[in-house]
């Protein structure tokens, strides 16, 4: 049974950082790509980030570009989010997805994503 498991969410200051983390297990970690999303009250789902399963390809969407970057420790089947310079418009649940893939990132489609987690909240106070 694959499982995604997010933590590090939290209330935080705009302006602070976070990481964010999506322990995985059920799977071989190593051959899946992962990616992030988040969705706030009343919005769609949106795309933040991805990374390919290996690690070396990565994409963040431009509301992130700058500000969030992606990274997976395979040896710890863990993947990360580290959020920098949040700002309010950063509120929502982040979750974390993973898609069956070994080359590339997982992109930024949700249904590409084969698995995904329960999400973690984020809240950036102004």
């Known amino acids: 049974q694959v499982q995604l498991v997010e933590s590090g969410g939290g209330l935080v200051q705009a302006g602070d950082s976070l990481r964010l983390s999506c322990a995985a297990s059920?799977?071989?970690?190593?051959?899946?790509?992962m990616g992030w999303f988040r969705q706030a009250p009343g919005k769609d789902r949106e795309f933040v980030a991805s990374?390919?399963?290996?690690?070396?390809?990565?994409t963040v969407a431009g509301s992130a570009k700058g500000r969030f970057v992606i990274s997976r420790d395979n040896a710890r089947n863990t993947v990360y989010l580290h959020m920098n310079r949040l700002i309010p418009e950063d509120t929502a649940v982040y979750y974390c997805?993973?898609?069956?893939?070994?080359?590339?990132?997982?992109?930024?489609?949700?249904?590409?994503?084969?698995?995904w987690g329960q999400g973690t909240q984020v809240t950036v106070s102004s």
């Open positions: 990374i390919s399963a290996g690690g070396s390809s990565t």
């Open positions: 997805a993973a898609r069956k893939l070994l080359l590339g990132p997982g992109g930024a489609q949700g249904s590409l994503y084969d698995y």
């Open positions: 059920g799977l071989t970690f190593s051959n899946v790509a």
